[in-house]
């Protein structure tokens, strides 16, 4: 469409207003992303070659509105997991509603007190983090007695992948950020907001 940058907001999956619609801004301003400090938490390593194309075009990562839930492809999705389990470790695995949803890591926190989820933040290479809220990767199951990660591979849920990509961030994960693409710079911008 020639614009040099296009931006949007996306509205939390939690609809409460059905009428709502996001806003696609075509040709806005460049937002500077902001960062702040976050608790040290266990910094997870994604293999290099997932983050790049390859010289045929496939791989690497990229970031989509139409793809639901993040996909990691499984070598990158298990060092996730496995952390995740290790943090939530003393929550009841809910087997059952894994088998049923097709999402892994949901914990059973019927009769849980107080719930403490692990921190995600995706760490870019120019230095800029993405923490993102819990409610964009953890989702509350049936009667909220379950407690499910938001992030998929290969095998769970059904996907639509799109070609070749190894780590796709879907909406979900995009769930109250203004994002903005500057295409003629070839630059990511995005800050933390709620979506109107
Ligand atoms: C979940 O599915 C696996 C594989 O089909 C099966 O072995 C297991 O018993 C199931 N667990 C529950 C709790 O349904
Ligand atoms: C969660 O655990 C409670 C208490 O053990 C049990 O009654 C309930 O059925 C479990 N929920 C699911 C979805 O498995």
């Known amino acids: 469409m020639g614009f040099k940058k296009f931006s949007y907001c996306l509205l939390s999956h939690r ?28 910094r997870v390593k994604v293999p290099y070659r997932f983050l790049v194309l390859g010289s045929d075009g496939h791989g690497g990562t990229i970031i989509d509105s139409g793809t ?7 070598e990158a999705f298990e060092v996730v997991a496995q952390e995740f389990e290790m943090q939530m470790a003393h929550y009841r695995r809910a087997a059952n509603v894994e088998n049923q949803s097709g999402l892994r890591l949901c914990f059973n926190i019927s009769g849980e ?18 923490a993102l809220p819990v409610a964009d990767y953890f989702s509350f199951l049936g009667d909220s007695s379950t407690v499910c990660m938001t992030l998929v591979t290969d095998g769970v ?40």
Do not use: W
């Open 15 to 42: 609809f409460d207003d059905m009428t709502a619609s996001c806003n696609l801004v075509l040709a806005g301003i460049l937002l500077r992303a902001f960062t702040k400090n976050h608790r040290r938490g266990r």
């Open 68 to 74: 639901t839930f993040t996909f990691l492809e499984i």
């Open 113 to 130: 007190k107080s719930l403490l989820l692990p921190e995600l933040v995706f760490h870019f290479k120019g230095g800029e983090k993405m």
């Open 157 to 196: 849920v059904e996907l639509e992948i799109a070609v070749g990509s190894l780590i796709i961030l879907g909406n979900f994960q995009q769930q109250n950020f203004y994002l903005e693409y500057d295409l003629e710079n070839e630059r990511l911008g995005f800050r933390k907001q709620i979506c109107k």
